[in-house]
């Protein structure tokens, strides 16, 4: 998949948890970061963006093992979730086709789905995955659309853009309910690790 990049979004203040959620430990006892970062790399996807905020230095050295560029959001305590996704953006080759951003929360995305993904995608149409009528994450966010998303407005969300576009996305039906699960609580992190993802 050398024509896709990734944007990991990992800038977070994690304010439903008092300690960073990125940082727990999950599975064999990595990171979830790492577990995150695993798929990608799993899958060739390369190159990989991981925009850091809070706790950059130890998000980073959780990710030590992994091929990446970290790229930090000076914004990350006020600027919301689309100001990540704008410095991913701004980062990435522009000779890409697409763009991969998933929140650094959701470790029980696996390699399978996102080259299920990749494979879904055509020039001009995002591609987004879909469990149970439920649509979740990751995006593949084609290069037509960069663009749009970073013209938006500092106070808009980056679905905006998908939304603006429904007839240029994909909708790709996935077995996997890890596409719409993010480890946001202390119940969510404990439900993960007993589903044993």
Known sequence: MADFGAIILAAGLSSRMIENKLLLPWGDGEAIISQVLRAYVDADVDPIIVVTG???EDVAAALAAYPLTFAHNPD???GEILSSVKTGLRTLPKSLDAAF??????PCIFS?????????????FNVAPVYEGQRGHPVLLDRA????MLDLPGDARPRAVIAG?????RRVEVDEKGVVLDIDT??????????GC
Do not use: C, K, N, S
């Open 54 to 56: 809070r706790d950059a």
């Open 76 to 78: 990350f305590a006020t």
């Open 101 to 106: 951003i998933q929140p650094g929360d959701m």
């Open 112 to 124: 399978a789905v996102i080259r299920q993904l990749a494979a879904a995608h055509e020039p001009g």
């Open 145 to 148: 659309f960069w663009r749009a």
């Open 165 to 169: 576009a429904r007839e240029r996305l």
């Open 186 to 195: 202390r119940e969510a992190y404990e439900w993960g690790l007993a589903r």
